[in-house]
């Protein structure tokens, strides 16, 4: 495949989440001109997915979507969704990068992001949403959430009959219902080299993969969430609209469950993802807000409230009639249409069961599956648990690399506001580098 050459963009972020969008900005404000490349075909990362953030139940998507519209229309950033890095070579202030640039099987240039061709789609309701973490459907062409960053659709080749089986009737729907001829089923993979004078990584985290405690009937039960899974259910621009249901059914009990996969040696993950006491106090107040009347337990180890605000809006919580119960459970089983919950309460020292109708369980941040070939790539390491390693333990940002440096979740799990500042450090040791013309 013929690599085609752009002029010297100066810097490479890798990753647009919140975190990498920051660092882009900051950089582009300073006049360097930025490539940032995004995985997925939208930027915004995990913070999207959120409805309401702790501790201040800020609208998430309030304060993101004008992020993510700047760092589009940025001029000196170069957005490059649905796209990897597959090889890094060179170092600070030459680095020589090639980016692989999936088809999105629809021309950026021609698609105004009207939705007829999802509309038109055979499949329109059949494909679980992987932005609603499968609660929702989508068409096969679709667009990963209305707010995307850019707005413009792509089409899934696992699913569509056109790219799947060679046919979808007599002539592709969506192509039909497409105004401005904006489909292109001949799209190929394409590769591009840039050249950097530094790289921010801010690659995020994955969620814990919760059948890996199978006592809690994670993916057996269907009314067994994930905690973004339940952030999906309560965000109003969500599957249900915000109605925290299952299977059309409004829970009257809710169990939230602590340190799913965090502080657990039973799974190899002793840290703790620091996030997730105030992410439950958080869907638990929503919970209450939404469903006034439901009883909601909350199982915990130990309640960590860190930051600022943190410890006054759990003082909040507790005081919005919700039980907080010492002692993750040992057991979930179904019993009838209710689950039971088996456990011992740890500060009053006797075993008890629950019922209830809902469980979320606060699953941990852990390192991105692709992390370590990623660091392979850079020439950065990692720490036991997989995120990667700063420098200096007392220095987050710099890496053993120099030019390469590290924001946001990959390097440890986080809350946004330290993410946020740690993508600022980073894009003014980026901005250091470039400026001594190392570029
Ligand atoms: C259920 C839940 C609720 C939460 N609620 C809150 C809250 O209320 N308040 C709060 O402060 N924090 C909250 N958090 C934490 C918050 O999600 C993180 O602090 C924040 O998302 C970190 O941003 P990030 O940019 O570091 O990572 P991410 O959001 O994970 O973004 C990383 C981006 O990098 C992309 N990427 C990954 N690998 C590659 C690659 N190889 N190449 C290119 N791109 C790549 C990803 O697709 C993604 O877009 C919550 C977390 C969870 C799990």
Known sequence: MPAQKIESPVALVIGGGIAGMQASLDIADKGFKVVLVEKEPTIGGHMAQLD???????????ILTPKMVEVGSHP????????????????MGDFQITIRKKPRYVDLKKCTGCGLCAEACVQRTRIANEFDMGIGKRAAIYIPFPQAVPQKYLIDPDHCLMLTKGKCGKEPRCQKACGT???????????VTIQAGAIVVATGYDQFDARLKPEYGYGRYENVLSGIEFERLCSASGPTKGSIEYNGVEPKRVVFIQCVGSRDK????????????????????????????AKITICYMDIRAFGKGYEEFYDRVQKEKIIFRRGNPSEIYKRGESLMIRGEDTLLGEPYEEETDLVVLATGLVPRQDAEQLGRMLGISHTPEGFFKEAETKETIPTSKPGVFLAGCCQSPKDIPDAVAQASGAAAMACICLAEGRS
């Open 52 to 62: 309401k953030t702790f501790p201040t139940l800020d609208c998430s998507s309030c």
């Open 76 to 91: 000196n950033i170069e957005a490059m969704t649905y796209s990897e890095v597959i090889e890094i070579q060179g170092e």
């Open 181 to 191: 001829h904006a489909i292109d089923f001949n799209q190929k993979e394409e590769n």
């Open 266 to 293: 039973t799974v190899g993950n002793e840290y703790c993802s620091r996030v997730c006491c105030m992410y439950t106090a958080k869907q638990a107040h929503l919970v209450r807000e939404r469903i006034p009347d």
